[in-house]
């Protein structure tokens, strides 16, 4: 798989599909495998580029350890976005801490997106009571490195809150939803070598993290806000409801939960599917307005 060098780091990132490209950035300890399923359903419609953010997985070589910035990260993103797709912009999709990234990235790169569809970003300088979130999630690194990974993530969850019950994803031989048992447990081994960085690395430093609302609102037509059905009224999805207000855009509702891209990929992928086409649409009927 392709590599692409940046300051300080190699990109590993994934390929496949035709079309328009639509880069996928991963949240928490998630690599370019998150992708996998709703990829596989997209591939139809668009390139699909999936990466390995810097730190994470066969990205991480020089990272590991370092404090993570949002800014450094969306510029990768620019300059993957280069590479991939130098004459076009280009669709994203961003979950958790990778719809930071994507927020960013259209902020400061609006020239090189098409549309950001961004999925629970933990944007915690959004909430009115955002110093008491910060304390939480600092709290969940102070356990990590007293406790470990399994309390850590027992006071994420708590943090997060319990999610509702959403229906089951339908899964069909052969669609997104069929996953390869050794590939999962692939992924899964990375995943959990990912969580000490994501953990003591990036969690605090991406959830401080204050998208620039100047710059984000004068592009709202290239952003998506969306959440979790299953989530909704929960601290990861606040920050999008209090986003797409300020913004005036709509907020999109995707199955599951905060990570419904993994519990419910076949229907994730189609809200996804949906949300993009529904842009491109869009943006054909603007280009013959012009001409005519």
Not at 5 to 25: F, K, N, Q, S
Request: net charge negative; hydrophobic share 40%; with cysteine.
């Amino acid at each position: 798989m392709p590599e692409l060098p940046v300051p300080g780091a190699g990109l590993y990132y994934e390929i496949r599909g035709t079309g328009p490209v639509l880069l996928m950035i991963p949240g928490g300890g998630g690599d370019a495998a998150s992708f996998d399923r709703v990829g596989a359903d997209l591939a139809d419609r668009f390139t699909v580029v999936a990466v390995d953010p810097r730190g994470k997985s066969r990205s991480a070589a020089g990272e590991r350890g370092r404090d993570q910035r949002v800014e450094v990260h969306s510029d990768d993103m620019h300059r993957l976005l280069a590479e991939v797709s130098p004459t076009e912009p280009a669709y994203v999709f961003g979950s958790s801490s990778g719809a930071i990234i994507a927020l960013d990235l259209l902020a400061r790169h609006p020239e090189r997106v098409r549309l950001a569809v961004a999925h629970e970003p933990p944007a915690l300088g959004l909430l009115p009571d955002a110093d008491h979130w910060r304390a939480a999630f600092a709290g969940v690194a102070e356990a990590f490195g007293r406790d470990g990974l399994e309390a850590a993530m027992a006071a994420l969850g708590a943090v997060a809150g319990q999610e509702s019950a959403d229906e089951p994803d339908d899964v069909r031989e052969g669609s997104a939803g069929a996953g390869d048992p050794a590939a999962d447990a692939e992924r899964l081994r990375r995943m959990r070598e990912n969580m000490p960085q994501f953990l003591e690395r990036e969690l605090r430093q991406f959830s401080g993290h204050m998208p620039d609302l100047d710059a984000l609102a004068g592009h709202p037509g290239q952003l998506v806000l969306a959440c979790g059905r299953a989530s909704r009224e929960l601290l990861l999805a606040r920050p999008a409801a209090v986003l797409a207000e300020r913004l005036g855009t709509g907020l999109v509702e995707f199955p599951g939960g905060h990570v419904g891209l993994s519990t419910h990929p076949v229907r994730f992928a189609g809200v996804l599917r949906r949300t993009l086409t529904s842009a491109v649409a869009e943006e054909a009927a603007r280009q013959r307005g012009k001409t005519m």
